[in-house]
């Protein structure tokens, strides 16, 4: 009577090596930068590798932030803002306080995840739309900004500071280096630990989580604080980056933290994808918007371009998704 | 000249057959009744003859025209679900559908529009403004509405209304039913679903009977037999149903595991029952007679309630699911693709969710552990699947409720609620579910609480049954009487469990009139 197909072979780690789905994924990624090299010949020279590597250092740490809540079936529009803050709080700390980095980093981080946690909090207690409740929080944390800024740019941070942000290690920038950092520890998290199966629960059924006794609440805070805390370190990279801070620091990384995921397959719907496709989706995020450059397409198109290949992606994504749903 | 007539529908669904050879007529200033438990077919045979499903064989004339499959403009249909534009007014609700503002002009004036709405709320007595928001007003005025939608459109011929009544008081009822006069004296005929059988014995002129989609009943004026409640439940009962195999289990009961007294909450009243190891307790009962919901509270999912629930002879806090399953009660809701299945997740961490201090050390969960404890649920109750990485969509119902039901058990509970557990599932699935259910209670001792809108499964699995109706326990049935006459009289608040409401005449219809202020 039994009949039991179970496929014998190794333990599954599908969630740490990359999915079937990512595969078709990074074959795109592959033909996007073989038709970069052919369009362009600087597009592999190392002086071009190495500023897209810086790009993608940022993007890559804001796209795992908000990968995060994706996940979840939520999102964090203010994510960009609370970058800014916490690179703010930190410039300021040590410029105007005359702070220790060493205690100024950590504080900030600590800034930033504060302000994730308030919005999860918001979201979850009152229990209210996470897209509308962010647009609001943007705007407070754009205005905090501003407020601590006093709208002037604080410059005058120490060398051996702006050397995390610029300076290089073992032949990559030391921004790549915590980026890769962050990302293995968020992939860890979600592939292998009681939260991150948490986390995957939730986004696919928060009714489903409750009845098996999983906190929702408990778990979608967490993560906007650790998405906060992420985008914190992204701000304050990004800070060290430019030695210096003002207002608008880390406010054009909503789109490119949204698209970047979502590119790489996870659905805004929550509980579908994978934290590779927050790297890879900000991979090809970097090389498009690297080769738009070197192609020479217009600086006034630039922006038009980018938009409407985000949205062919996505629109390609779920049409593909209907199609394998109906099989 | 019959204004409806339906012939030989058939309407299959994957797994069931919702609709059997099913013949009706409508003659013109009749009010025809259509009686059935849920599942009977009577939702199907109301979307066949609007046109909403098209039959796999069979055909439907309306008005001397095939309509078969498409919707005809004689047919005016009020769905049994109220379906209204909440942010709207009450005129716009009742002309939108219908694409006009109560007049020629494709321009929409407010005012014409409140006006032409008056007429036709007078006609029901609905007290609300033709200018109020729907969602402003009462639940039966919202029923009224969704009925003066169907009347605005004044063209139709056969008005067919699915559960009208069940958010009305009296004098509404009254006032419809005087609606559904004026109706049939010009000629016109109505279609009526409910499950309030005195309703039934008011207004019918015919009555037909539906069981498993099949029509195991009717009556009309031409017939001589003395129609009353008991003759509907013998007809819903029929020759009863061929058991065949009984899944009740057959070891004496142990110690008493729960004790509820006058247990209150959203959807319920005063419920109070016991469950015991080792036995199997029904809960019966029409949908929206509360059955979920107490499970839900008991369990936590639903917040709120009160009265006094005791498990193992200690005060049982009611509204935290954790501490439930931490203390061995759980419960598996009849909503399996939302709230059970985690849709998108492989089968194996669909397992591990649920057991996730079991499979996990300092916070990290192990893969290989997860695995182990799937493969040995796989093979425990015969589920068929793929691989243990398949994604649980791909299974199908019945191997999706035992993935759920065998993780439930990995953690060792006490009491296990399971709400509707073979909805959906083929029949083959069902027997291995209802194996499942009666082995856990002989073998782990467990009290089972089994929730069911199918008579079948309430009388092959239940050692005990609670009847429900409208949020009240109507009966508790033990084992030596436990048939379906007895479980269908209880709830549906008819037959001997309401014998209180008779009065002198002994004539049901007369007393019941007289009880709800009608003139008969």
């Known amino acids: 009577m039994q009949q039991i197909a179970i496929a014998p072979g190794a333990a599954p780690r599908r969630k740490l090596r990359l999915g079937g789905q990512m595969i078709g994924i990074i074959g795109a990624f592959l033909v996007l930068i073989g038709i970069s090299a052919l369009v362009s010949p600087q597009f592999i020279s190392s002086y071009n590798l190495t500023i897209m590597s810086r790009d993608l250092a940022f993007i890559g740490i804001v796209a795992t932030a908000q990968g995060l809540l994706l996940l979840l079936g939520d999102i964090d529009v203010s994510i960009g803002a609370i970058a800014g803050l916490a690179g703010i709080v930190c410039a300021k700390m040590i410029v105007d306080m005359g702070a220790d980095p060493a205690l100024a980093i950590p504080a900030a981080i600590l800034v930033a995840a504060a302000a994730g946690a308030l919005n999860g909090l918001i979201i979850t207690l009152l229990n209210l739309n996470s897209l509308v409740v962010t647009i609001g929080m943007l705007s407070v944390y754009s205005g905090l900004n501003l407020l601590i800024t006093q709208g002037r740019t604080i410059v005058n941070l120490p060398k051996h500071v702006t050397f995390l942000g610029s300076g290089q290690a073992f032949g990559l920038p030391v921004t790549l280096w915590v980026m890769l950092a962050m990302f293995l520890v968020v992939l860890f998290v979600t592939a292998r630990t009681v939260f991150g199966r948490q986390l995957y629960a939730v986004g696919n059924s928060r009714e489903a989580a409750r009845i098996v006794g999983i906190s929702e609440v408990r778990v979608r805070v967490t993560a906007f604080a650790i998405a906060g805390g992420l985008a914190g370190v992204a701000g304050i990279l990004l800070c060290f980056r430019l030695m210096s801070a003002q207002a608008t620091l880390g406010q054009s990384w909503l789109l490119p933290s949204i698209a970047a995921p979502v590119i790489g397959g996870i659905a805004t719907t929550g509980g579908i994808g994978t934290i590779w496709g927050a790297l890879i989706g900000a991979a090809i995020m970097v090389v498009i918007g690297n080769i738009i450059v070197l192609g020479g397409v217009g600086i006034y198109l630039q922006q038009i371009v980018t938009g409407l290949i985000v949205v062919i992606a996505v629109a390609l994504d779920a049409i593909m998704r209907r199609f394998s749903a109906g099989n | ?520």
């Open chain 2, 1 to 520: 000249m019959t204004l409806l007539r339906a012939e030989n529908l058939t309407k299959s669904y994957p797994g069931v057959v919702a609709l059997k050879d099913v013949s009706i007529a409508v003659e013109p200033g009749h009010v025809h009744c259509i009686v059935g438990e849920n599942g009977a077919g009577k939702s199907t045979l109301v979307k066949t003859l609007t046109g909403l499903v098209t039959p796999d064989s069979g055909r439907l004339i309306v008005c001397d025209e095939d309509t078969t499959g498409r919707a005809s403009s004689a047919i005016a249909y009020v769905p049994q679900e109220l379906n209204l534009f909440d942010n709207m007014t009450v005129a716009e609700n009742i002309f939108l559908p219908a694409g006009a503002g109560g007049g020629r002009s494709r321009f929409f004036d407010p005012r014409r529009c409140n006006a032409a709405a008056l007429p036709v709320m007078q006609r029901l007595r609905m007290s609300c403004q033709p200018g109020d928001l729907a969602r402003d007003i009462t639940v039966a005025e919202r029923q009224l509405l969704q009925i003066a939608r169907a009347l605005a459109v004044d063209d139709f011929k056969v008005l067919i209304l699915d559960e009208p009544t069940a958010a009305l008081t009296r004098p509404e009822i009254g006032r419809l039913f005087a609606v559904i006069g004026e109706l049939t004296a010009q000629g016109r005929s109505v279609i009526f679903i409910t499950h309030r059988l005195d309703e039934v014995l008011h207004l019918h002129s015919a009555i037909t009977v539906l069981r498993n989609g099949e029509v195991v009943g009717h009556v009309d004026k031409t017939s001589n037999e003395i129609i009353d409640e008991a003759w509907i439940v013998r007809a819903m009962t029929g020759k009863g149903i061929d058991l065949g195999h009984l899944w009740r289990p057959r070891q004496p009961r142990g110690e008493r595991l729960m004790e509820v007294r006058g247990l209150s909450g959203k959807g319920f009243r005063d419920i109070s029952f016991d469950l015991h190891e080792g036995e199997v307790l029904g809960f019966a009962g029409l949908v929206g007679a509360g059955r979920s919901e107490i499970a839900q509270t008991i369990f936590g999912f639903l917040r709120g309630g009160s009265g006094e629930v005791r498990y193992r002879g200690q005060p049982w806090r009611l509204g935290d699911p954790r501490r439930a399953i931490a203390n061995g009660v759980i419960y598996l809701s009849e909503e399996r693709k939302s709230h059970g299945i985690f849709a998108n997740l492989p089968v194996r961490e669909n397992v591990g969710i649920g057991l996730l201090h079991r499979l996990s050390k300092g916070g990290i969960v192990s893969p290989a552990r997860e695995r182990a404890t799937t493969l040995q649920i796989v093979a425990d109750y015969n589920v068929r699947t793929a691989s243990t990485e398949t994604r649980i969509r791909n299974l199908s119902g019945g191997n999706q409720q035992k993935i759920l039901i065998g993780r439930g058990l990995m953690a060792g509970p006490r009491i296990m609620f399971l709400d509707e557990p073979t909805r959906g599932i083929d029949v083959g699935a069902k027997a291995d579910v209802y194996a499942l259910i009666r082995r856990i209670a002989e073998e782990e001792r467990m009290g089972i609480v089994l929730i069911s809108s199918e008579m079948e499964e309430i009388l092959r699995c239940c050692n005990r049954v609670v009847a429900l109706y409208d949020g009240s326990v109507s009966a508790e049935i033990g084992e030596d009487e436990l048939d379906m006459a007895t479980v269908l009289a209880a709830i549906m608040d008819a037959g001997p469990a309401r014998g209180d409401k008779r009065g002198a005449t002994g004539r049901p219809q007369d007393d019941i009139a007289a009880a709800r202020g009608l003139a008969v």
